[in-house]
C-alpha cells in the first residue's frame, strides 16, 4: 500500500508546483495589466487636460474669431463710408473743375467788357472834353454878352469857334433877326440865362454820365478780380483733391 500513496504524493506536489507556477504567470500577468492601467489612467489624465487646454484654447479663437467678424464687418463699412467720401470728392473735383472753367470763361468776358467800357469812357472821356470846352465857352460868351446886354452870338458863330460842338438851336436866329425888330434888353437877358440854364443841365448831365461809366467800369473790374480769386480757390481745392485721390 505504500508505494501508491507515494506516488500520490508526487503527483500531488507536481500539480501543486504546477498550480503554483500558474499563480505566479497570473499574478506577474496582473501586475503587468495593474502596470498598463496605471499608465493608461495616467495618459487619460494627460489626455484630459489636454482637452481642455484644447477647450479653453477653442473657446478663446471663437471669441477672437467673433472678434474678427465684427472688425471685418467694421472695416467693410468703412471702406464704403470711404469708397462714398471719395466718389464725393470725385464729384466735388470735377465740378470744382467745371466751375473753375466757366469762371475763366466769364473772368475773360468780364474783362474784355470792361476794357471795351474803358475804352469806351477814355474815347467818351475825350469827346466830353472838347464838349465841355466848347459849352464853357458858350457860357462865357453869353455871359458877356448878358452882361453887356448885347445879343448872344448866333449857334453858327460859337460852332465855327469850336470844332466839333453841334450848333444848338436857339430861340434868336439869325434870319430872324435881320426880318425881326432886335429884341428888348430884358428879353435878350431871359433868352440868355435860359440858354445857360441849359448849357449847365447839358454839362451836369454829361459830367454824371462819365462818373456812372467809371463806376460801372470799377464794379466789372471788381467783379472781374472776385471772380478770378473764387477760380484761384477753386483750382486749388481741385488740386488737393486730385492731390488725395493720388
Known sequence: MSPPTTSQTS????????LQHQVSVKTFEFQTLQRE??????????????????????????IEIN?????????????LTVEGQIEELQQ???????????????????????NRL????????????????GLEQRIRLLEE?????TPKPTPTVVAE????????????????TMNTPIPSQTEIINVLRSEISRLRSRTHTLESTVQNMRRESFSIQTAARKI???????????????????
Open 92 to 114: 466735388s473735383r470735377d465740378e470744382a473743375r467745371r466751375q473753375l472753367v466757366a469762371n475763366g470763361a466769364q473772368y475773360v468776358r468780364i474783362m474784355d467788357m470792361a
Open 37 to 62: 492601467y496605471d499608465a493608461l489612467l495616467q495618459n487619460l489624465e494627460r489626455q484630459k487636460t489636454k482637452c481642455a487646454t484644447f477647450e479653453k484654447k477653442l473657446e478663446v479663437s471663437g
Open 67 to 79: 472678434s474678427l467678424k465684427e472688425e471685418k464687418e467694421r472695416l467693410l463699412a468703412q471702406i
Open 118 to 133: 474803358q475804352s469806351q469812357s477814355a474815347e467818351a472821356k475825350k469827346i466830353w472834353e472838347l464838349e465841355k470846352a
Open 161 to 176: 469857334q469850336q470844332p466839333g460842338i453841334n450848333s444848338v438851336p436857339s430861340s434868336v436866329d439869325s434870319t430872324d
Open 11 to 18: 503527483i500531488q506536489n507536481a500539480d501543486l508546483q504546477d
Open 228 to 246: 478770378l480769386d473764387s477760380g484761384d480757390k477753386i483750382g486749388n481745392i481741385a488740386k488737393e483733391v486730385v492731390g488725395e485721390d493720388e
Open 145 to 149: 454878352a448878358m452882361v453887356a446886354g
